[in-house]
């Protein structure tokens, strides 16, 4: 399967659990359901290897904030802090929600476009999930879930795309009716509810119920596999007819980020898209994908107020301005 690198940014699972004989999490009357789940999820996660567990209720709101803007935990999750908790792998590819719409969210993040290799990752732990504790399953219906969206298999399989050229020639209204017709759907860069942010969408399945998972792996990755092709086809045609437009936009974008005095983060979110695009037609060069993939959220609010102190929007800008710019400096150039 092509990677479709600069395209396909990461490859999700995520497994929807809710524990038979207790309500979800909306309606728990006491503290000592939520502890069991937490407990009996960590002992079972610790078979496997290291995880890092976090109890919300002992972070602070910015702190489970920046979480979020990592794509690690849900804003579900935080609304619900005074009982939920994560547990995060050493490598940061495998999360578990604890008590968020579900008991238990299992998710597996990892580059590139390949759902398959986090689903076998994921499925391990699964199993051990299904055997240790007893999850609600109807023989009909499936897995039990809050929503009936995620109904049998619980399994959201979904892709984090970058597709520049789809929104500035159009395609996008064309994308999402074919999603909406093979049972996709297409989401903004935080999940839903979120708009697109920067030309990423994320495309997943719609529900989950009468599919196995291998149908659904298969459905989401040849519609992904389409849509990628797309985004290929679109880009050599933006590069053929306006080129010089786009090379002059682009690296306009490199210089207002390595020279701006103050930035604010809807402008930074565009501007490192724009170097993206940039990297994407051979105008830029980006040493380290990884590494500049992540100054999308190191440059967010509420992680910029992790790295650094400060009290005021004002102080806020000019410190997300001198921190994107010198990290912009020393991965990025002009071709």
Known sequence: ????????????????????????????????????????????????????????????????????????ISKELIENKDISGIAISEDEKIIVMINEEDHIREQCIEAGFNLYKPFRRLSKIDDEILSA???AFDENLGFITASPSNLGTGMRASVMLFLPACEILDKTPELFTRAKENGLTIRGIYGEGSKALGYFYQISNQGSLGLDEYEILDKVSDFIYSVCSLEEEMRSLLLQEEGDKYRDICQRAFGVLTNCHCLEEGEMIGLLSQLKLGQALGFIDIKNNDKFQKLYHEGATANLKEIFEFFEEKEEKIIRARYISNKAKELCQRR
Do not use: W
């Open 1 to 72: 399967m092509e990677n479709f690198e600069n395209i396909a940014i990461s490859s999700r699972i995520r497994l929807a659990r809710n524990v038979d004989g207790l309500k979800f999490y909306t309606k728990l009357q006491s503290d000592v359901d939520a502890k069991y789940i937490t407990g009996a999820v960590m002992k079972t996660l610790e078979k496997f290897e290291v995880f890092n567990f976090l109890s919300l209720k002992d972070l602070t709101l910015n702190e489970c904030n920046a979480l979020f803007e990592q794509h690690l």
């Open 133 to 135: 504790l007893p999850i």
